[in-house]
C-alpha cells in the first residue's frame, strides 16, 4: 500500500471499511470507483472502464459517474441489492495540508431508501434484523426508514416461525449477528430472502433508548436494539422521524403462512408476480399512498378480536350509506401527499422546497376532510375525525415562507417569499434595482455610439460586460472602455460604472442566495419539532382513506356486511370469488352456498377439471379474510365463525433450491396445516396425494382426512378425484360430500360451476383434454383405454368398494385386521390392474328378454323433459347396468 499515491491510499483506507459495498468516492464532479468496485460497477451500469496511475507498478481499473446524475446509477444498484457507501469531501480543498479529507457520510442499502426508484409508493420498504436467542426462540425487529414505522415481536416457534414470518414481511435487507448459526445463514442465502448485513451491537444506546418507551421485555429491547444501531451507524445523521417502537404478537392476528399467503394470491399472484389479479388489486381504491401501504398490512394480517372487527365494520357501513360525503372525500384524499414519508425527508434532511409545497398543499386539505367526515353524524366516525389535526402552525409557516413555485435545488434561491425576512429583501431590493440600472445603462449606450447591436452580458468568469462587434469598433471612444475579452466576432469591454454596480449586485446576489438556504434551514428544523403531530395525522388519514376504499368496493360490488358466529358456523349464500368475479367483468359469475356447522365440519368435494373446485375453496378463505379486515364480503349473505388461521394446499412446484420435489412440497405444506391448525382454523386441500401412486396417494388423503376429521376438528375443504374417498361420509360424521356439476351433451362436456350435495359420478379428465386439443387419435385412444378400465372397475358404483377391494384397503392402510396373504393377494391384484392395455375376457352373457322388456316399459313411463341433465344421465347409467 506504501507505493501507491497518497490519494489511493485514502481510498483503501475507506473501503477496508465498507468491504461489502461500492464505494463511491468523491473527485471534483465525479464519484470515482477503483479497482475491484471499478470492475464491478462497469459491468452492473454499462459505463466506461478506463484506469490511472496509482503509484503501483500497474495502472489502476477506474470508473466513474458525474455527482449530479450519481442518484440514477446508485438506484440500479440498490435495485439489484448491492450497497453504495457515499464518500464526500468534508474539507476545503483551499484549505487542505495534503490530501483532501474523506468520509464516508451514508450508507445507501437495500433497505434504507429514501427517494428514488427503489420505493414504491404503496409498499412499504422494510429493513429486519434477526436476533437468535439460543433457546428456540428469536426476537424479529422491522422499520420503515422511510416512513419512520417500528416494530418487534418474539418468536417462539424455532427457525421455520422465524422464516415465515420474515417471508411474508417482505423485507429487502435482513440484520444479522456475526454469530447467527451458519447453517441458517445458508438456508436464508439459498432462498434469496433479501440482502443480508451484519451489526453484532445489540446493546441498548442513549441515542435510541427514548425508542424503547413501550417496550418491557428483555428479548423484544435487544432485537430492536440491534436493528438500530445498524441505522444510526449507517446513515450518519438525524433520524429524528423514527416512531417509538411497537412490541406484537403473531397470535394477535389470523396466521396466513407463507405458503397460504402464496396460493390464495392475497397482494401478488403465483405467476407474474404483479398485483394485478391479486385481492390486494380488487381492493385497492385508496386515494394515498399511505392508505395503500396500511391496505396492503391489513390483508397480510386480518383480525381476530372480534370487537376490533365490528369497529372496522361499522365504519365501512357509515361510509356506505353516505355516498355524496364519501365522493367529496375521495376527491380531496386524492390531494394529499405521502405525509409519513415527507415528515422522513425533513427529519433525514434531504427535503426540497418542492417537497414542503407537497406539505402545505396536503395540510390545507384536513380541515375540508375534517368537516366532511364530522358531517356524518356519527359518534364513532367522529372520534376518527379528532384524529385529524390540521397542524396549523406548520401551514401558516409554510404558507407565509415559501413561493408557489420553487427551484429543484435549495441552493439556487428563489424560495422565499418577499416580505418573510427583511434583510433577504433588502439584498433582493438592492440585486433588482441595479439590474434595472443595466438595463438602463445598454439603452443609454446604444444611443450614445449609434450602435443598435450592443448589449450588456454576463457570465460567472467575466462578470458583466458591454460587448460589440468588430464591425462597430470604430464607433467606441477607446479611452472610456477597458477591454475585457476578445472574441472570434467581436469585443468585450467594461466601465468604471458599470464595474462598480457588478461588485454591487452580485454581492447582493449572493448574500441573498446564501441567507435564503439558511432560512430554508431554519424552516425545515421548525417542520421538523411537528413530526410526531404529521405522523400521527398520517396514520388518521390511511385508516379513513382504507375505509372509504373498503365501502367504496362493498358497494360498487354489492358486497354484504358478514355476522360473526359464535357457534362456528359458516353460512354463505351466493358466495363469489371477489378476484374471478372482478376479472370475468361482463361474464356472468355462478355464485354458490357454502354451509358448515358442528355436524358438517369437512366438505369432501369431487368433480371435474376446471369446474371450479379451487375456485370455491379459496372463495371461502378469501371471504373470511375480507370479513376480517374489516370489509363486507362477497355474497348475498354470510355468517362467518373468527377463524384464528388459515392453511392451504393448492397447486404445487418444484423447489429446486434446497432439492424438494412437487409432492415433498405438497407434503410439507399439509403437515404444516395438520401441525399448527386448531378446531378454529380453517384449512384448504386440494387434490391432496396426486404426486405418487394412486394408492399411496389414496391412501394418504384418507389417513389426512380421518386425522383431521377426529384430532383437530378444523373447518376443512378437502377437493379430490379418488371418487372412492366419498365412501368416508358412512364412517366419517362430519364429512359431507359435495361435487360441482357437468354435464355431456353431444360427447362434450359442460361445467356448471354449481355445488350440489353428493358426490360426482365421474371426473371428466378426457373431455379436459379434448378442450386442450390434443390430438383426436390420442383422445380416442383415451376413451378406449377409459371403456376398458371401466368394464374392470372395482366397485359397482363410485365410492362403494366391494369385499375385495375392502380388504386390499385394509391392507394398503395397515388395518390391524389385514393378513399377510390378504397383503400378498393385494399386491398381485394391484400388479394386474396396471396392465392396462390388456382385454378383460368377459363372458358372453345374453341378456333375458323378460329383463329387456322391463327396461323398455321403465323407459316408456319416463318423463324425460323434466329430468335435469345429471338427472338422465344417472338413469341411464342404471337402465344400461341393469342390461349387462
Given at each position: 500500500?506504501?507505493?501507491?499515491?497518497?490519494?489511493?491510499?485514502?481510498?483503501?483506507?475507506?473501503?477496508?471499511?465498507?468491504?461489502?459495498?461500492?464505494?463511491?468516492?468523491?473527485?471534483?464532479?465525479?464519484?470515482?470507483?477503483?479497482?475491484?468496485?471499478?470492475?464491478?460497477?462497469?459491468?452492473?451500469?454499462?459505463?466506461?472502464?478506463?484506469?490511472?496511475?496509482?503509484?503501483?507498478?500497474?495502472?489502476?481499473?477506474?470508473?466513474?459517474?458525474?455527482?449530479?446524475?450519481?442518484?440514477?446509477?446508485?438506484?440500479?444498484?440498490?435495485?439489484?441489492?448491492?450497497?453504495?457507501?457515499?464518500?464526500?469531501?468534508?474539507?476545503?480543498?483551499?484549505?487542505?495540508?495534503?490530501?483532501?479529507?474523506?468520509?464516508?457520510?451514508?450508507?445507501?442499502?437495500?433497505?434504507?431508501?429514501?427517494?428514488?426508484?427503489?420505493?414504491?409508493?404503496?409498499?412499504?420498504?422494510?429493513?429486519?434484523s434477526?436476533?437468535?436467542?439460543?433457546?428456540?426462540?428469536?426476537?424479529?425487529?422491522?422499520?420503515?426508514?422511510?416512513?419512520?414505522?417500528?416494530?418487534?415481536?418474539?418468536?417462539?416457534?424455532?427457525?421455520?416461525?422465524?422464516?415465515?414470518?420474515?417471508?411474508?414481511?417482505?423485507?429487502?435487507?435482513?440484520?444479522?449477528?456475526?454469530?447467527?448459526?451458519?447453517?441458517?445463514?445458508?438456508?436464508?442465502?439459498?432462498?434469496?430472502?433479501?440482502?443480508?448485513?451484519?451489526?453484532?451491537?445489540?446493546?441498548?444506546?442513549?441515542?435510541?433508548?427514548?425508542?424503547?418507551?413501550?417496550?418491557?421485555?428483555?428479548?423484544?429491547?435487544?432485537?430492536?436494539?440491534?436493528?438500530?444501531?445498524?441505522?444510526?451507524?449507517?446513515?450518519?445523521?438525524?433520524?429524528?422521524?423514527?416512531?417509538?417502537?411497537?412490541?406484537?404478537?403473531?397470535?394477535?392476528?389470523?396466521?396466513?403462512?407463507?405458503?397460504?399467503?402464496?396460493?390464495?394470491?392475497?397482494?401478488?399472484?403465483?405467476?407474474?408476480?404483479?398485483?394485478?389479479?391479486s385481492?390486494?388489486?380488487?381492493?385497492?381504491?385508496?386515494?394515498?399512498?399511505?392508505?395503500?401501504?396500511?391496505?396492503?398490512?391489513?390483508?397480510e394480517?386480518?383480525?381476530?378480536?372480534?370487537?376490533?372487527?365490528?369497529?372496522?365494520?361499522?365504519?365501512?357501513?357509515?361510509?356506505?350509506?353516505?355516498?355524496?360525503?364519501?365522493?367529496?372525500?375521495?376527491?380531496?384524499?386524492?390531494?394529499?401527499?405521502?405525509?409519513?414519508?415527507?415528515?422522513?425527508?425533513?427529519?433525514?434532511?434531504?427535503?426540497?422546497?418542492?417537497?414542503?409545497?407537497?406539505?402545505?398543499?396536503?395540510?390545507?386539505?384536513?380541515?375540508?376532510?375534517?368537516?366532511?367526515?364530522?358531517?356524518m353524524?356519527?359518534?364513532?366516525?367522529?372520534?376518527?375525525?379528532?384524529?385529524?389535526?390540521?397542524?396549523?402552525?406548520?401551514?401558516?409557516?409554510?404558507e407565509?415562507?415559501?413561493?408557489?413555485n420553487?427551484?429543484?435545488?435549495?441552493?439556487e434561491?428563489?424560495?422565499?417569499r418577499?416580505?418573510?425576512?427583511?434583510?433577504?429583501?433588502?439584498?433582493?431590493?438592492?440585486?433588482?434595482?441595479?439590474?434595472?440600472?443595466?438595463?438602463?445603462?445598454?439603452?443609454?449606450?446604444?444611443?450614445?455610439?449609434?450602435?443598435?447591436?450592443?448589449?450588456?452580458?454576463?457570465?460567472?468568469?467575466?462578470?458583466?460586460?458591454?460587448?460589440?462587434?468588430?464591425?462597430?469598433?470604430?464607433l467606441?471612444?477607446?479611452?472610456r472602455?477597458?477591454?475585457?475579452?476578445?472574441?472570434?466576432?467581436?469585443?468585450?469591454?467594461?466601465?468604471?460604472?458599470?464595474?462598480?454596480?457588478?461588485?454591487?449586485?452580485?454581492?447582493?446576489?449572493?448574500?441573498?442566495?446564501?441567507?435564503?438556504?439558511?432560512?430554508?434551514?431554519?424552516?425545515?428544523?421548525?417542520?421538523?419539532?411537528?413530526?410526531?403531530?404529521?405522523?400521527?395525522?398520517?396514520?388518521?388519514?390511511?385508516?379513513?382513506?382504507?375505509?372509504?376504499?373498503?365501502?367504496?368496493?362493498?358497494?360498487?360490488?354489492?358486497?354484504?356486511?358478514?355476522?360473526?358466529?359464535?357457534?362456528?358456523?359458516?353460512?354463505?349464500?351466493?358466495?363469489?370469488h371477489?378476484?374471478?368475479?372482478?376479472?370475468?367483468?361482463?361474464?356472468?359469475?355462478?355464485?354458490?352456498?357454502c354451509?358448515?356447522?358442528?355436524?358438517r365440519?369437512?366438505?369432501?368435494?369431487?368433480?371435474?377439471?376446471?369446474?371450479?373446485?379451487?375456485t370455491?375453496?379459496r372463495?371461502?378463505?378469501?371471504?373470511?379474510?375480507?370479513?376480517?379486515?374489516?370489509?363486507?364480503?362477497?355474497?348475498?349473505?354470510?355468517?362467518?365463525?373468527?377463524?384464528?388461521?388459515?392453511?392451504?394446499?393448492?397447486?404445487?412446484?418444484?423447489?429446486?433450491?434446497?432439492?424438494?420435489?412437487?409432492?415433498?412440497?405438497?407434503?410439507?405444506?399439509?403437515?404444516?396445516?395438520?401441525?399448527?391448525?386448531?378446531?378454529?382454523?380453517?384449512?384448504?386441500?386440494?387434490?391432496?396425494?396426486?404426486?405418487?401412486?394412486?394408492?399411496?396417494?389414496?391412501?394418504?388423503?384418507?389417513?389426512?382426512?380421518?386425522?383431521?376429521?377426529?384430532?383437530?376438528?378444523?373447518?376443512?375443504?378437502?377437493?379430490?378425484?379418488?371418487?372412492?374417498?366419498?365412501?368416508?361420509?358412512?364412517?366419517?360424521?362430519?364429512?359431507?360430500?359435495?361435487?360441482?356439476?357437468?354435464?355431456?351433451q353431444n360427447?362434450?362436456?359442460?361445467?356448471?360451476?354449481?355445488?350440489?350435495?353428493?358426490?360426482?359420478?365421474?371426473?371428466?379428465?378426457?373431455?379436459?383434454?379434448?378442450?386442450?386439443?390434443?390430438?383426436?387419435?390420442?383422445?380416442?385412444?383415451?376413451?378406449?383405454?377409459?371403456?376398458?378400465?371401466?368394464?374392470?372397475?372395482?366397485?359397482?358404483?363410485?365410492?362403494?368398494?366391494?369385499?375385495?377391494?375392502?380388504?386390499?384397503?385394509?391392507?394398503?392402510?395397515?388395518?390391524?385386521?389385514?393378513?399377510?396373504?390378504?397383503?400378498?393377494?393385494?399386491?398381485?391384484?394391484?400388479?394386474?390392474?396396471l396392465?392396462?392395455?390388456?382385454?378383460?375376457?368377459?363372458?358372453?352373457?345374453?341378456?333375458?328378454?323378460?329383463?329387456?322388456?322391463?327396461?323398455?316399459?321403465?323407459?316408456?313411463?319416463?318423463?324425460?323433459?323434466?329430468?335435469?341433465?345429471?338427472?338422465?344421465?344417472?338413469?341411464?347409467?342404471?337402465?344400461?347396468?341393469?342390461?349387462?
Amino acid at each position: 500500500m506504501a507505493s501507491y499515491t497518497p490519494m489511493i491510499q485514502q481510498y483503501l483506507k475507506v473501503k477496508a471499511e465498507y468491504q461489502d459495498a461500492f464505494l463511491f468516492f468523491r473527485l471534483g464532479d465525479f464519484y470515482e470507483m477503483f479497482f475491484e468496485d471499478a470492475l464491478n460497477a462497469s459491468q452492473e451500469l454499462e459505463i466506461t472502464l478506463t484506469s490511472r496511475e496509482g503509484g503501483g507498478e500497474d495502472k489502476i481499473p477506474m470508473c466513474g459517474v458525474p455527482y449530479h446524475s450519481a442518484a440514477g446509477y446508485i438506484d440500479i444498484l440498490i435495485e439489484k441489492g448491492y450497497k453504495v457507501a457515499i464518500c464526500e469531501q468534508t474539507e476545503d480543498p483551499k484549505q487542505a495540508k495534503g490530501v483532501v479529507r474523506r468520509e464516508v457520510v451514508q450508507l445507501i442499502t437495500p433497505g434504507t431508501k429514501m427517494d428514488g426508484k427503489g420505493l414504491v409508493e404503496k409498499e412499504n420498504n422494510f429493513i429486519a434484523s434477526i436476533t437468535d436467542f439460543a433457546d428456540g426462540t428469536f426476537g424479529l425487529a422491522y422499520n420503515d426508514l422511510s416512513t419512520g414505522e417500528n416494530k418487534v415481536t418474539i418468536l417462539e416457534g424455532g427457525f421455520d416461525d422465524m422464516y415465515n414470518e420474515l417471508s411474508i414481511l417482505g423485507a429487502k435487507e435482513v440484520v444479522i449477528g456475526n454469530d447467527f448459526p451458519s447453517e441458517w445463514q445458508k438456508k436464508m442465502k439459498e432462498r434469496e430472502v433479501a440482502a443480508l448485513s451484519f451489526e453484532d451491537s445489540a446493546e441498548e444506546s442513549m441515542e435510541f433508548v427514548s425508542l424503547l418507551t413501550f417496550l418491557q421485555e428483555r428479548k423484544q429491547r435487544a432485537a430492536v436494539s440491534r436493528l438500530l444501531h445498524y441505522l444510526f451507524r449507517t446513515q450518519k445523521r438525524s433520524l429524528d422521524h423514527l416512531q417509538p417502537v411497537l412490541p406484537y404478537e403473531t397470535n394477535s392476528f389470523m396466521k396466513i403462512d407463507f405458503f397460504s399467503k402464496r396460493n390464495l394470491e392475497l397482494t401478488e399472484t403465483i405467476r407474474s408476480k404483479g398485483k394485478k389479479g391479486s385481492l390486494l388489486w380488487l381492493l385497492d381504491e385508496t386515494k394515498t399512498a399511505m392508505g395503500g401501504r396500511l391496505l396492503k398490512q391489513w390483508i397480510e394480517r386480518p383480525l381476530i378480536d372480534r370487537k376490533q372487527i365490528e369497529t372496522r365494520q361499522a365504519l365501512v357501513e357509515i361510509l356506505k350509506t353516505h355516498y355524496f360525503e364519501r365522493q367529496d372525500l375521495r376527491e380531496h384524499l386524492k390531494e394529499v401527499y405521502d405525509l409519513e414519508r415527507l415528515a422522513g425527508r425533513v427529519a433525514f434532511g434531504n427535503v426540497n422546497a418542492r417537497d414542503l409545497l407537497q406539505l402545505k398543499r396536503s395540510l390545507r386539505q384536513i380541515p375540508v376532510i375534517r368537516e366532511i367526515v364530522t358531517s356524518m353524524d356519527s359518534e364513532r366516525i367522529g372520534v376518527l375525525a379528532e384524529k385529524l389535526d390540521p397542524c396549523e402552525e406548520v401551514t401558516d409557516l409554510l404558507e407565509t415562507s415559501l413561493n408557489e413555485n420553487p427551484p429543484l435545488s435549495v441552493k439556487e434561491g428563489n424560495i422565499i417569499r418577499d416580505g418573510f425576512n427583511e434583510e433577504l429583501d433588502t439584498y433582493r431590493d438592492a440585486s433588482r434595482n441595479g439590474k434595472t440600472w443595466i438595463a438602463q445603462l445598454e439603452r443609454a449606450e446604444r444611443d450614445r455610439t449609434g450602435i443598435k447591436s450592443l448589449k450588456i452580458g454576463y457570465n460567472r468568469v467575466f462578470g458583466y460586460y458591454i460587448e460589440v462587434t468588430r464591425a462597430n469598433l470604430h464607433l467606441l471612444e477607446e479611452e472610456r472602455y477597458e477591454r475585457k475579452q476578445t472574441l472570434t466576432n467581436a469585443e468585450r469591454f467594461i466601465t468604471p460604472d458599470l464595474k462598480e454596480k457588478e461588485a454591487l449586485i452580485l454581492q447582493a446576489e449572493e448574500k441573498s442566495i446564501g441567507l435564503e438556504y439558511d432560512l430554508f434551514l431554519e424552516i425545515r428544523e421548525q417542520v421538523k419539532a411537528h413530526i410526531p403531530s404529521l405522523q400521527a395525522l398520517a396514520r388518521a388519514i390511511s385508516e379513513l382513506d382504507v375505509l372509504q376504499c373498503f365501502a367504496t368496493i362493498s358497494e360498487e360490488r354489492h358486497y354484504v356486511k358478514p355476522v360473526f358466529s359464535n357457534e362456528r358456523k359458516v353460512i354463505l349464500k351466493d358466495g363469489r370469488h371477489p378476484v374471478v368475479e372482478k376479472v370475468l367483468q361482463s361474464q356472468e359469475y355462478v355464485p354458490n352456498d357454502c354451509y358448515m356447522d358442528s355436524e358438517r365440519e369437512m366438505l369432501l368435494i369431487t368433480g371435474p377439471n376446471m369446474s371450479g373446485k379451487s375456485t370455491y375453496m379459496r372463495q371461502v378463505a378469501l371471504t373470511a379474510i375480507l370479513a376480517q379486515i374489516g370489509c363486507f364480503v362477497s355474497a348475498g349473505e354470510a355468517v362467518l365463525p373468527i377463524f384464528d388461521k388459515i392453511f392451504t394446499r393448492i397447486g404445487a412446484a418444484d423447489d429446486l433450491i434446497s432439492g424438494q420435489s412437487t409432492f415433498m412440497v405438497e407434503m410439507l405444506e399439509a403437515k404444516n396445516a395438520i401441525v399448527h391448525a386448531t378446531e378454529n382454523s380453517l384449512i384448504l386441500f386440494d387434490e391432496i396425494g396426486r404426486g405418487t401412486s394412486t394408492y399411496d396417494g389414496m391412501a394418504l388423503a384418507q389417513a389426512i382426512i380421518e386425522h383431521i376429521h377426529e384430532k383437530i376438528g378444523a373447518k376443512t375443504l378437502f377437493s379430490t378425484h379418488y371418487h372412492e374417498l366419498t365412501a368416508l361420509s358412512d364412517t366419517l360424521a362430519c364429512l359431507k360430500n359435495i361435487h360441482v356439476s357437468a354435464v355431456e351433451q353431444n360427447g362434450n362436456v359442460v361445467f356448471l360451476h354449481k355445488i350440489k350435495e353428493g358426490s360426482a359420478d365421474k371426473s371428466y379428465g378426457i373431455h379436459v383434454a379434448q378442450l386442450a386439443e390434443l390430438p383426436k387419435s390420442l383422445i380416442n385412444r383415451a376413451n378406449e383405454i377409459l371403456t376398458e378400465l371401466e368394464k374392470g372397475s372395482r366397485s359397482d358404483r363410485p365410492g362403494q368398494l366391494n369385499e375385495t377391494d375392502q380388504k386390499k384397503e385394509r391392507t394398503l392402510y395397515n388395518e390391524p385386521n389385514a393378513s399377510s396373504r390378504e397383503t400378498k393377494a393385494a399386491a398381485a391384484e394391484s400388479e394386474a390392474q396396471l396392465s392396462f392395455f390388456e382385454e378383460a375376457a368377459i363372458p358372453d352373457k345374453k341378456v333375458p328378454a323378460a329383463k329387456e322388456k322391463k327396461v323398455l316399459d321403465e323407459l316408456k313411463t319416463m318423463e324425460i323433459l323434466e329430468m335435469t341433465p345429471l338427472d338422465a344421465l344417472n338413469l341411464l347409467y342404471k337402465l344400461q347396468k341393469k342390461l349387462k
